[in-house]
T-cell receptor, first 114, second 115 residues
């Protein structure tokens, strides 16, 4: 069974440029998460989707960040414009739901903003 | 609100020695607790989870953790470290026990294993 797929794995951009990350969750997983992981820190939730609905986006900086999951499967996270402080790893995870809340993580996209 | 504190950002052990990674949590409801491992340039992989069943939880790769409510702890142990255990370990608590809650992670503990 394929795991959570993310692309690109690495991205280097200049500040003020836009950038987008793509995530394909495990087949059948209705819940999708985007996390931000700064160097030396644990992941922090940005947004959680249940199917195509964003049920928790309270930690998403909406002035520059946006996300979508149009058909309830793949998801895209966008930053426009990027700032130096956005340099981090962006992790996607998915879950089948239920009480145990086991989340499966992708390898992440490492963003460097110059 | 839930929170997790991992004591020690870096732990170093010799190969064959006991591994002990500490995690304390704060939760106003019965927590669901998790340990994840992250190898360099990879995503997080679930080691084990506590979901209000047995307090001693066994996970993959010989790791186990014990839920101690009185101490609000969920420390991760392994009797004998292998070189392949070198990685970063994250403790996490779910903020809505029994539901599809969000995970709140600690800052992580980097484990080094010396030959």
């Amino acid at each position: 069974e394929a795991g959570v797929v993310q692309s690109p794995r690495y991205k280097i951009i200049e500040k003020k440029q836009p950038v987008a990350f793509w995530c394909n969750p495990i087949s059948g997983h209705n819940t999708l998460y985007w996390y931000l992981q700064n160097l030396g820190q644990g992941p922090e939730l940005l947004i959680r989707y249940e199917n195509e609905e964003a049920v928790d986006d309270s930690q998403l900086p909406k002035d520059r960040f946006s996300a979508e999951r149009l058909k309830g499967v793949d998801s895209t996270l966008k930053i426009q414009p990027a700032e130096l402080g956005d340099s981090a790893v962006y992790l996607c995870a998915s879950s089948a739901g239920g009480k145990n809340n086991e989340q499966f993580f992708g390898p992440g996209t490492r963003l460097t903003v110059l | 609100a839930q929170s997790v504190t991992q004591l020690g950002s870096h732990v170093s052990v010799s190969e064959g020695a006991l591994v002990l990674l500490r995690c304390n949590y704060s939760s106003s409801v019965p927590p669901y607790l998790f340990w994840y491992v992250q190898y360099p340039n990879q995503g997080l992989q679930l080691l084990l989870k506590y979901t209000s069943a047995a307090t001693l939880v066994k996970g993959i790769n010989g790791f186990e953790a014990e839920f101690k409510k009185s101490e609000t702890s969920f420390h991760l142990t392994k009797p004998s470290a292998h070189m392949s255990d070198a990685a970063e370990y994250f403790c996490a608590v779910s903020d809505l026990a029994g539901s599809q809650g969000n995970l709140i992670f600690g800052k992580g503990t980097k484990l080094s294993v010396k030959p």
